[in-house]
Structures are given as structure tokens and as C-alpha cells.
């Protein structure tokens, strides 16, 4: 999975603490894509952005949840006042065009990060 | 929105045997259907991807074929090798307002044994 970014791979964090969540996209990639996998689960969308724009966030929790991928740095997934039920592996994938793209024969899959595993106590 | 299934949670062939893993999906058919390995504490790693207007892809020992009236893929890895021991996934990603968004299967678990 080289080429997109997570950081930390581990994040230990106390209930009720906040949790910070980084992601690098690969260069040339301005789309990035935030995924949850809970354990015993399959990965399930939460956020999609664009540089400076969320432009699909229905898959995210209303409350506590936020995403931001600033013109300038890492995409940041940030989970305010965690829960116990907010353990899980968190992975972020990019592409250069939005979604698959559709042009032609020349389609871009999303390229995914080793994710971050996060823990609450 | 779509649900994938994929069939049998696990799968034990042994090695210089096809491999066979089945996807399902409701609702509408997806204009790409991908497929992915994930490795433990890894995430996953493209491998395929084909289009609805395709019934079939080959990529060296990898073969994917569509079928948009039975609403299936099927994933076909040929004398398998016990470094294909993998959970493999099924994607399809949406159309119109959730493009770019993927909705993943649950995926199977294969084991190559020598």
C-alpha cells in the first residue's frame, strides 16, 4: 500500500477524549475517501472529499464525527468525546478522479492506507 | 443502497487447486465491480476491477466475470499457492450522488494449504 499515508497506526485514547486521525493521499490524488471496519464487519463508507470541499458525508455519524482535507496537508478524521463503540480500524484510501472515473478505458481505482486501529479504554 | 453478499465466510482449497469466490449484490447494477485483498493489519489492495459492458477480465492467474441479470461476480484465482491465503473483497461503487463511494462485502477468508 505505498503511497497513501496513515497515521498514527495505532491510537490508544480514554473515553471521552479526542481522537485524531491522519491521512496522506498519493501524489497526484485529490479525492480521498475515509472507511470504518468495525470488527467481524466489512469496511463501510463514511466521507469523501475533495481538496477543501466535503463532497459526501451521508456515511458519517451526525455527532462527534468531522473531516477536513485542507488545500495545504493530510486529510484529518476527527472523532470528538469517544466511545467505547468507537474502537475499530479506520482507513483512508485517494484517487485522482472522483470515484473510478468513467473516461475511456483508463479507470482509477481508490488506492488504500494500512489504516489506523484505534482503541478506547 | 446496496448490499453485498459474499458466500462462504471462508474457503480451504489446497494448493494447484482454483479458487472460486462468489459476490452477490441487490438493488442496481453498479458501473464497476472491483475486487481487493486485504492481508491481516493491512488495508486492502486493488486487484481487479470490471466494467458493467464486460462479462469477463483476466489478470495472470486472476479472472473476474459479471453477470448483470444474476447480479453476481464470480473471482476465479488459478493454482492457487499458499501466498494467496488472504481475506478477498467484493466493491461496487455507487452511481450518481454516492459515486465515488464503495460499498464492500464482507469478504472471504481463503486458505492455501501445501
Known amino acids: 500500500n505505498a503511497g497513501v499515508m496513515q497515521n498514527p497506526r495505532h491510537l490508544v485514547r480514554r473515553r471521552g477524549q479526542e481522537a485524531r486521525l491522519r491521512c496522506s493521499p498519493m501524489?497526484?490524488?485529490?479525492?480521498v475517501y475515509w472507511y470504518r471496519q468495525l470488527p467481524e464487519e466489512g469496511l463501510k463508507f463514511m466521507v469523501y472529499?475533495?481538496?477543501?470541499?466535503?463532497?459526501?458525508e451521508s456515511g458519517m455519524p451526525k455527532e462527534r464525527f468531522s473531516a477536513e482535507f485542507p488545500k495545504e496537508g493530510p486529510s484529518i478524521l476527527r472523532i470528538q468525546q469517544v466511545v467505547r463503540g468507537d474502537s475499530a480500524a479506520y482507513f483512508c484510501?485517494?484517487?485522482?478522479?472522483?470515484?473510478?472515473?468513467?473516461?475511456?478505458?483508463?479507470?482509477?481505482?481508490?488506492?488504500f492506507g494500512d489504516g489506523t486501529r484505534l482503541s478506547i479504554l | 443502497s446496496q448490499k453485498i453478499e459474499q458466500n462462504s465466510e471462508a474457503l480451504n482449497i489446497q494448493e494447484g487447486k482454483t479458487a472460486t469466490l462468489t459476490c452477490n449484490y441487490t438493488?442496481?447494477?453498479?458501473?464497476?465491480l472491483q475486487w481487493y485483498r486485504q492481508d491481516p493489519g493491512r488495508g486492502p489492495v486493488f486487484l481487479l476491477l470490471i466494467r458493467e459492458n464486460e462479462k469477463e477480465k483476466r489478470k495472470e492467474r486472476l479472472k473476474v466475470t459479471f453477470d448483470t441479470t444474476l447480479k453476481q461476480s464470480l473471482f476465479h484465482i488459478t493454482a492457487s499457492q499458499p501466498a494467496d491465503s488472504a481475506t478477498y473483497l467484493c466493491a461496487l461503487e455507487g452511481r450518481g450522488s454516492t459515486l465515488g463511494r464503495l460499498y464492500f462485502g464482507r469478504g472471504t477468508q481463503l486458505t492455501v494449504w501445501p
Open positions: 472529499l475533495q481538496k477543501e470541499n466535503i463532497i459526501d
Open positions: 501524489k497526484g490524488h485529490s479525492h
Open positions: 438493488n442496481y447494477s453498479p458501473a464497476y
Open positions: 484510501a485517494s484517487s485522482p478522479l472522483p470515484g473510478t472515473g468513467g473516461r475511456g478505458k483508463y479507470n482509477q481505482p481508490q488506492h
